[in-house]
């Protein structure tokens, strides 16, 4: 087999925040590439995609998915572990419509894979996060109790 090198680009679409120093969401759908050779197995470029951007989880809670268009939807596939991500770009030539590579969370359905820190550091994200949306929604009904308050005053002093 020929040895090939190239590049693949790769959809970021990770749900559950991952460990840098701390923990932090990634920007949704963010696009990074790769540079690997034909070689290169889909664990090896989960490995170099996270040393890449820095984060210090565990890869094996990470998968690498195919992702094709087909009328009108998006159908993802897990790869294997062993199977070699630019062989298949290579294949499948380069048209994004026809593959494309996009990293998401093991579909495991648990949170077996992290640390009791991890999880209280996840926590403190939530309630920061539910902290802020709670201000920003009583904000805004303060201002429209105000106005209306304003509203009847208006009314009753015709």
């Given at each position: 087999?020929?040895l090939?090198?190239?590049?693949?680009?790769?959809?970021?679409?990770?749900?559950?925040?991952?460990?840098?120093?701390?923990?932090?969401?990634?920007?949704?759908?963010?696009v990074?590439?790769?540079?690997i050779?034909?070689?290169?197995?889909?664990?090896e470029v989960?490995?170099?995609?996270?040393?890449?951007?820095?984060v210090l989880?565990?890869?094996?809670?990470f998968?690498?998915?195919?992702?094709?268009?087909r009328?009108g939807?998006?159908?993802?596939?897990?790869?294997?572990l062993?199977?070699?991500?630019?062989?298949?770009r290579?294949?499948?030539?380069?048209?994004?419509?026809?593959?494309s590579?996009?990293?998401?969370?093991?579909?495991?359905?648990e949170?077996?894979?992290?640390?009791?820190?991890?999880?209280?550091?996840?926590?403190?994200?939530?309630?920061?996060?539910e902290?802020?949306?709670?201000?920003?929604v009583?904000?805004?009904?303060?201002?429209?109790?105000?106005?209306?308050?304003e509203?009847?005053?208006?009314?009753?002093?015709?």
């Amino acid at each position: 087999m020929a040895l090939n090198i190239g590049f693949i680009k790769v959809h970021l679409r990770l749900s559950r925040p991952v460990t840098k120093r701390t923990s932090f969401y990634l920007p949704c759908d963010c696009v990074k590439q790769l540079h690997i050779s034909s070689l290169h197995t889909t664990r090896e470029v989960i490995q170099g995609l996270l040393k890449m951007l820095t984060v210090l989880d565990n890869p094996c809670k990470f998968a690498l998915y195919r992702q094709t268009h087909r009328d009108g939807q998006d159908l993802f596939q897990k790869l294997a572990l062993w199977e070699r991500p630019l062989l298949l770009r290579l294949i499948a030539g380069p048209d994004t419509e026809t593959l494309s590579f996009v990293l998401k969370e093991n579909e495991t359905g648990e949170w077996h894979a992290f640390s009791v820190p991890e999880l209280q550091n996840f926590l403190g994200i939530l309630e920061k996060e539910e902290s802020e949306r709670v201000r920003v929604v009583e904000q805004k009904y303060a201002v429209y109790r105000k106005k209306l308050q304003e509203a009847l005053q208006r009314h009753e002093a015709h």
